[in-house]
């Protein structure tokens, strides 16, 4: 039965939300309206505090302005009692008393200098002190000289003078003038101030709105507490319940003991089945990988072959070049050789090179390159004990093997230890040591004393990419190619390790009944190329050294090479070199294949020959998309190379036939 979602059930869904939005939505409420109170209450305290500031310059104004009036006054009464005593010391006082004024002008000028309607009334005030003081003065130097008569004459005029009306009526406008301001000053203090009560009071009422909130959320904490306890009980009686059912099925799980036995030996069986099938799909899964690194590396072993052929036919006439063909070869064989034979008899894509070969011999060999490799801090010992047994493998491969060991030997003692090389003889029954066939076998030991593995890790070490090192140190793929070396060799391989005390590789393989030696390669290269006639070739090569290569075999086979290093130049170099008469293409380049190439040209040049050459080992030669072309594989020699020049043109189809299809 459908579980079903009740009305019930809805809306305790919905309370929830409630209680959980709640909250929320309170205190966010609250937080905009303290917010809002304190921006408030700042405005309020600022223009309170501004009122109260302009307020105060106001009053100060009308002190300073009755204060200039009153020492103009009594300047004005001290210089009438000089004129009539005619004593020094009075007209002295009457000095300072007009320059004690004159520095109350000066404070009431810097006490209004902000306010521009009072401005203009000081200014004027100041001419008419300044005119005032001008006729004083003058009164007073005539008292000073004696001229009593004419100086009282002069002070009575100046008594009756404008000045005098004029200074009292500029006071009064700027008393008055600052008296308006006042007021409205005085005003703006209330206003502020009751701004100030309504924000004190506001605060008050906030402050009990988040006291009742704070009460809100207690009881909300609460509420969600009693729900948690509940909620707690219901968990504890349903682990009960879980409990009372995982006792059921243990009871009834012990009751079909013996089927459950068997069915768990059952699933081991297939489990080691599986894993044994899921070894065999990494081991080709690997060698499928390999195969494509080869591509690559076959160019680089172009190179190399080329270059020596070159170099052979220019060592007598050309020395120089035949040094700089030497050069080449070498820089290409010693970065592709050894890996491209090591990867390509992983991924058995490429068969071995084996002889027979004498172990004890092979390790004395190696003494060097093994003391060189592993470093001084580790003492290697050797233990003879092949006695003359041969094995049949190839040699490269084998030291390959070798030395990955010692260096994995190397990295379990970290640098520092004690490393055992063994050989010996040993005889097999079927069966006795993997799938090993009865007979006589020589064993390869590397033994260390380092840090040893679990038997987990010693389950999967001769997994593809497996690896116990950190990541940048180690690919996972050596002991796995060891692992294919020996088992294409009908050899097998035992690791013994222990955690603490050390690990011990034993290499099985089988011994060699007589000399058996591999087919000379080099009968390949002693043969000269077929003579052709000259033809203008158009090579198009994405790797700048195959290039070089080529055109310099195909000069020296005596054609006309045109070089092209990107396959969509190829139209245009054709149209522009109408005697072409033969197209030689990589197979894989960026952006187009050597096919899709052919393909896009323009159908005036579909009547060229076609020459694909490839270093890649799944290309095939009755592929659809190579069009019945030649394929030519990689490496190849100069001899090679002209048969194939001279099959590709002898097969040339007529360019009437391509003209008449377009």
């Not at 047994?389 to 190839?394: A, G, L, S, Y």
């Not at 084998?398 to 010692?406: G, K, P, V």
């Not at 190329?529 to 310099?552: H, K």
Request: charged share 25%; hydrophobic share 45%; net charge negative.
């Amino acid at each position: 039965m459908a579980d079903t979602d009740f009305p019930g059930d809805q809306f305790d869904w919905g309370r929830a939300l409630v209680r959980r939005a709640l909250p929320l939505l309170l205190g966010l409420l609250l937080i905009g309206s303290l917010g809002a109170l304190i921006y408030s209450a700042s405005n309020a305290s600022r223009d309170h505090a501004q009122a109260l500031a302009e307020q105060q310059s106001s009053f100060e104004v009308i002190a300073l302005a009755r204060g200039f009036e009153a020492r103009v006054a009594r300047a004005e009464v001290t210089l009438a009692r000089y004129v009539i005593s005619l004593d020094p010391d009075t007209g002295r006082l009457f000095q300072d008393q007009w320059r004690g004024a004159a520095s109350q002008l000066k404070a009431l000028s810097y006490a209004t200098r902000a306010s521009g309607w009072q401005k203009g009334n000081v200014a004027a005030l100041r001419y008419a002190f300044i005119a005032r003081g001008k006729t004083l003065n003058e009164i007073g130097l005539r008292t000073t000289y004696d001229q009593k008569m004419g100086a009282l004459a002069r002070f009575h005029q100046a008594g009756k003078s404008q000045d005098l009306r004029r200074i009292t009526a500029l006071l009064d406008l700027v008393i008055k003038a600052e008296n308006d301001r006042l007021r409205e000053r005085s005003l703006a203090v209330t206003l502020a101030g009751n701004r100030n009560e309504w924000v004190g009071k506001t605060s008050r009422l906030v402050g009990l709105a988040m006291l009742v909130c704070i009460l809100f959320g207690i009881w909300f904490a609460n509420t969600a507490l009693r729900e948690r306890r509940t909620a707690r009980r219901l968990a504890e009686v349903e682990t009960e319940r879980a409990d009372r059912l995982e006792a059921a099925v243990a009871a009834r799980t012990a009751e079909l003991s013996d089927a459950y036995q068997q069915l768990k030996q059952e699933s081991a069986d297939r489990a080691a089945a599986e894993d044994h099938l899921r070894q065999m799909q990494k081991m080709d899964a690997v060698g499928q990988l390999t195969g494509g690194i080869a591509h690559d590396f076959n160019n680089m072993l172009a190179v190399v072959v080329g270059g020596l052929e070159l170099a052979k036919r220019k060592m007598a006439l050309k020395p120089e070049e035949a040094h700089r063909h030497l050069d080449n070869a070498m820089e290409g064989a010693n970065r592709a050789s050894a890996l491209t034979r090591r990867l390509l008899a992983f991924a058995r894509s490429e068969p071995l090179l084996p002889s027979a070969v004498d172990p004890d011999g092979l390790l004395r060999g190696m003494a060097d390159l093994i003391d060189r490799t592993i470093g001084d801090q580790i003492i290697v010992h050797f233990a003879e004990g092949a006695s003359g047994w041969r094995i049949f493998v190839d040699q490269h491969q084998m030291e390959n093997a070798i030395l990955n060991l010692c260096v994995n030997a190397r990295d379990a003692m970290e640098g520092r230890g004690r490393l055992t090389l063994a050989t010996g003889q040993t005889l097999l029954s079927d069966g006795e040591v993997g799938e090993c066939a009865a007979g006589d076998y020589v064993t390869v030991s590397v033994t260390d004393d380092g840090c040893g593995m679990t038997p987990e890790i010693v389950a999967r070490v001769f997994e593809p990419f497996f690896t116990t090192k950190p990541v940048g140190k180690g690919t996972g793929l050596g002991l796995s190619q060891i692992f294919g070396f020996v088992r294409q060799c009908s050899g097998e391989i035992r690791i013994e390790s222990t955690p603490g005390v050390g690990t011990g590789v034993h290499l099985y393989l089988p011994r060699s009944a007589g000399a058996e030696e591999a087919l000379d390669a080099e009968a390949h290269f002693g043969r000269a190329p077929v003579e052709q006639p000259p033809t203008r070739i158009l090579v198009v090569e994405d790797d700048a050294r195959v290039l070089n290569q080529t055109m310099a075999a195909l000069a020296e086979l005596g054609h006309l090479p045109i070089a092209c290093d990107h396959p969509a130049k190829a139209a245009k170099l054709l149209a522009s070199h109408g005697d072409i008469g033969l197209i030689i293409s990589d197979v894989l380049m960026p952006d187009m294949t050597g096919p899709e190439m052919v393909k896009a040209l323009p159908a005036r040049f579909r009547h060229l020959p076609v020459l694909f050459v490839t270093g890649y080992a799944g290309d095939g030669n009755d592929s659809a998309d190579f069009e019945a072309h030649a394929v030519l594989r990689k490496p190849y020699t100069l001899m090679a190379l002209g048969q194939a020049l001279g099959e590709t043109l002898s097969v040339s189809r007529h360019p009437g036939t391509a003209a008449a299809a377009e």
